[in-house]
C-alpha cells in the first residue's frame, strides 16, 4: 500500500532563513514524488518532482528537494525563505510500477509561514 | 494558459438541492480527477477518469456522480447534497505518462446549509 506523511502540520521560520518541509512514504516499487504549493483560494500548484536520476531535484521558486530513499524521504528545501512563500505545502507519491491513472496519494499538507 | 477551469467558483446549497459542478481542460489530458478538500484531511480523490467515455470511483464516492462529456470536460454532481458534503472541490487533469504531474483548477467552494 502506498501512503505519504507530512510529520508537520505547521512550520514557522523566519524571512531569509533557510527552510525544509518534511515528507516520508512508503511505496512497494519505485517511488515517483512530488511536491505542490497552495496559496490561499487557489488550486495545487505543481513545484519539482522525482521520477529517477540524481537525488537533488530543483523546482519552481528557488525550491529543491532532495530523494533519500534509505530513509524514505523527500523533503522540501530552501536556503533563504520569502514572506511569500507562506502557503501551504503537499508531497505525493505514486508507485511508479503501478499503470493506470490512479494511484497518486497526497499527504495532509504543511502549513509554512515565513516570518517577517 | 487557461489550463483546467472550474465553474462555479462559490456555491451555497440547501440539503436535499442537486447541482453539477463543471470542469474544463484545454491541454489536451486524457486523465482527469475530482479530489475535495477538508482541512486536516488532505486531498482525497472522489471519482476520476483515465479517458474519454471512462470513469472509476475513488476514495470517497458516495452521494457523486460523473460524466465524462468530452476530452476537455469532466462533471461533478451531487443528486441530493448533505452538509457532510460541505467541501473544496478541485478537478485536476494529467497527461499520458505517470511521470507527469496534475494540474489543478481553482477549486470550487461549495457550502450546505
Known amino acids: 500500500a502506498q501512503s505519504v506523511a507530512q510529520p508537520e502540520d505547521q512550520v514557522n521560520v523566519a524571512e531569509g532563513n533557510p527552510l525544509t518541509v518534511k515528507c516520508t512514504y512508503s511505496v512497494s516499487g519505485n517511488p515517483y514524488l512530488f511536491w505542490y504549493v497552495q496559496y490561499p483560494n487557489r488550486g495545487l500548484q505543481f513545484l519539482l518532482k522525482y521520477i529517477t536520476g540524481d537525488n537533488l531535484v530543483k523546482g519552481s521558486y528557488g525550491f529543491e528537494a532532495e530523494f533519500n530513499k534509505s530513509q524514505t524521504s523527500f523533503h522540501l528545501k530552501k536556503p533563504s525563505a520569502l514572506v511569500s512563500d507562506s502557503a501551504l505545502y503537499f508531497c505525493?507519491?505514486?508507485?511508479?510500477?503501478?499503470?493506470?491513472?490512479?494511484?497518486?496519494?497526497f499527504g495532509t499538507g504543511t502549513r509554512l509561514t515565513v516570518i517577517p | 494558459n487557461a489550463g483546467v477551469t472550474q465553474t462555479p467558483k462559490f456555491q451555497v446549497l440547501k440539503t436535499g438541492q442537486s447541482m453539477t459542478l463543471q470542469c474544463a481542460q484545454d491541454?489536451?489530458?486524457?486523465?482527469m480527477y475530482w479530489y475535495r478538500q477538508d482541512p486536516g484531511m488532505g486531498l482525497r480523490l472522489i471519482y476520476y477518469s483515465a479517458s474519454e467515455g471512462t470513469t472509476d470511483k475513488g476514495e470517497v464516492p458516495n452521494g457523486y456522480n460523473v460524466s465524462r462529456l468530452n476530452k476537455r470536460e469532466f462533471s461533478l454532481r451531487l443528486e441530493s447534497a448533505a452538509p457532510s458534503q460541505t467541501s473544496v472541490y478541485f478537478c485536476?487533469?494529467?497527461?499520458?505518462?505517470?511521470?507527469?504531474?496534475?494540474?489543478f483548477g481553482d477549486g470550487t467552494r461549495l457550502s450546505i446549509l
Open positions: 491541454m489536451n489530458h486524457n486523465s
Open positions: 505525493a507519491v505514486r508507485d511508479g510500477a503501478q499503470t493506470g491513472a490512479n494511484n497518486l496519494f
Open positions: 485536476a487533469s494529467r497527461g499520458d505518462t505517470s511521470n507527469q504531474p496534475q494540474h
